[in-house]
């Protein structure tokens, strides 16, 4: 599913239609900022289970995006590590809850290594 896909679900008595609206999330290993893109104007709520947290339970903060749909939330001293995880979400005008997962990533640097030949 990606955004403007259109979804429809019914049942019984029920048909909703929706368009999948745009919701991405860039949370980078070695950072301290969650960034992504939303509808414009949204209050976003982000939540993180962090591998560094000194008691059990999730980082929760709201945040809004701006005109153009960008938003960003700084976390502070909080530094971001690989298999951290949690959510993006926002309330549509329907009520619909959209929500977007994510988990931080690393990457990898290998060295080249050149080897003349003899």
Do not use: C
Not at 15 to 41: C, D, F, K, N, Y
Not at 68 to 85: F, N
Request: hydrophobic share 35%; net charge negative.
């Amino acid at each position: 599913v990606q955004s403007g896909d259109i979804l429809i679900v019914s049942n019984d008595t029920n048909v909703i239609t929706m368009v999948v609206p745009t919701l991405t999330v860039e949370a980078r290993a070695g950072s301290h900022l969650i960034l992504g893109q939303a509808p414009p104007r949204k209050l976003l709520e982000i939540t993180l289970d962090h591998k560094s947290f000194p008691y059990e339970g999730r980082y929760i903060r709201q945040t809004w995006s701006d005109i153009t749909g960008t938003y960003g939330l700084d976390l502070g001293e909080i530094v971001l590590w690989p298999g951290d995880y949690g959510s993006v979400s926002f309330t549509d005008s329907e009520g619909n809850t959209i929500t977007t997962l994510f988990s931080v990533n690393f990457t990898l640097y290998y060295p080249l290594m050149l080897k003349d030949k003899p």
